[in-house]
């Protein structure tokens, strides 16, 4: 008889995030670096900090999940693309599901900042006008580039154009993770995703 899974308490935040079947370990793999992408977007927006997110982690009751800082940079290591080899190399869907929830819960924090961010961005393109020019913009490219190229084994290879067009695909997506049902999204969007 297989031994008893004992769910934790943050299970019930799970509810509205289905598992018909279990990811492999290639998705699960695609899964954690994208969720890596959108935590560093989050992060280049926001200037929020781990400490920021471990707040986050408290008021959700996630922390039998992300115990501490320490679980914390570990299960962000388990990003297959990061450069850094110290951590951890896997990461269960519980802990997607809880980093999907506390990037829903982060967005929804700063919905409004995601709103003027992506409402500048239609603007300037609209007007035909480099999206950069404008500071909130500008700040925002800058601190991803940073990030990227600290963290990511591909960061010094990936071009400008590339790197601006992944930037702004991220900002619009955690315009849509912000809403009420944002996490839910986020989690069926991480479903469908793969890289070929």
């Known amino acids: 008889m297989p031994p008893e899974v004992k769910m934790p308490t943050s299970a019930r935040?799970?509810?509205?995030?289905?598992?018909?079947?279990?990811?492999?370990?290639?998705?699960?793999?695609?899964?954690?670096?994208?969720?890596?992408?959108?935590?560093?977007?989050?992060?280049?927006?926001?200037?929020?900090?781990?400490?920021?997110?471990?707040q986050a982690?408290?008021?959700?009751?996630?922390?039998?999940?992300?115990a501490d800082r320490v679980a914390l940079w570990r299960l962000r290591q388990s990003n297959p693309k990061r450069k850094s080899s110290g951590g951890r190399k896997k990461m269960d869907v519980e802990e997607a599901r809880s980093l999907v929830i506390i990037i829903g819960y982060l967005a929804q924090e700063h919905r409004e900042l995601l709103r003027r961010a992506v409402g500048l961005l239609e603007q300037m393109i609209a007007q035909n006008q480099e999206p950069?020019?404008?500071?909130?913009?500008?700040d925002y490219l800058d601190n991803f580039s940073q990030i990227y190229q600290d963290?990511?084994?591909?960061?010094?290879?990936v071009t400008t154009q590339s790197l601006t067009q992944l930037a702004f695909k991220l900002l619009v997506d955690l315009l849509f993770y912000s809403s009420h049902n944002g996490h839910r999204r986020l989690w069926l969007a991480l479903l469908d995703y793969s890289i070929p």
Do not use: F
């Open 151 to 157: 963290r990511l084994e591909e960061g010094e290879k």
């Open 13 to 54: 935040n799970w509810e509205d995030l289905p598992l018909n079947t279990p990811p492999d370990g290639q998705h699960l793999d695609n899964m954690k670096a994208h969720l890596d992408l959108i935590l560093m977007a989050l992060e280049a927006l926001t200037e929020i900090s781990s400490d920021g997110i471990l």
């Open 57 to 66: 982690v408290h008021a959700l009751n996630l922390e039998e999940v992300i």
């Open 132 to 138: 950069h020019q404008a500071s909130l913009l500008g």
